[in-house]
């Protein structure tokens, strides 16, 4: 079993001028939900325990890190996330290590939400949530 650090998973978004995905800009935390709703079939016939079906699959990502106002040339901004917020333009993702080992896991979805956050002698920060249309794919790499 190969452990890796945390570190080393990343998220990359396409940049609102499009073009090739890039990894978010000064980001600290990266996730990853997937999620399956259930459908109850329960009867009579269950013997009181609850019988499911699986329903429909969803996913979301988010991730965090360090607020910077001035871009970076290969990495996806804030301002551009923003940018795609406004527009309400989907967004191509892959989520994976920096260096590509095992898998990525790529898809589309929409900014449904962007916070940025400056508190007194801190760093300023942003968050981004991302909701998932579509199907997600897991490819070797």
């Known amino acids: 079993m190969a452990i890796f650090n945390g570190t080393d998973l990343i998220l990359k978004v396409s940049p609102?001028?499009?073009?090739?995905?890039?990894?978010?800009?000064?980001?600290?935390?990266?996730?990853?939900?997937?999620?399956?709703?259930?459908?109850?079939?329960?009867?009579?016939?269950?013997?009181?325990?609850?019988?499911?079906?699986?329903?429909?699959?969803?996913?979301s990502l988010s991730a965090d890190g360090l607020m910077d106002f001035s871009a970076t040339a290969g990495d996806t901004d804030v301002s551009e996330l923003f940018d795609q917020m406004i527009d309400r333009t989907a967004v191509d993702f892959t989520f994976a290590l920096?260096?590509?080992?095992?898998?990525?896991?790529?898809?589309?979805?929409?900014?449904t939400s962007l916070e940025i956050s400056g508190g007194t002698e801190d760093a300023p920060t942003y968050s981004c949530s991302i909701e998932g249309t579509g199907a997600i794919t897991k490819t070797a790499v």
Do not use: C
């Open 16 to 59: 609102s001028s499009g073009g090739a995905e890039a990894k978010l800009m000064h980001s600290q935390n990266v996730s990853l939900s997937i999620n399956v709703d259930t459908i109850d079939i329960s009867t009579k016939d269950s013997a009181g325990f609850r019988d499911l079906l699986g329903g429909q699959k969803s996913f």
């Open 98 to 111: 920096a260096t590509p080992a095992g898998y990525t896991i790529t898809g589309d979805g929409f900014i």
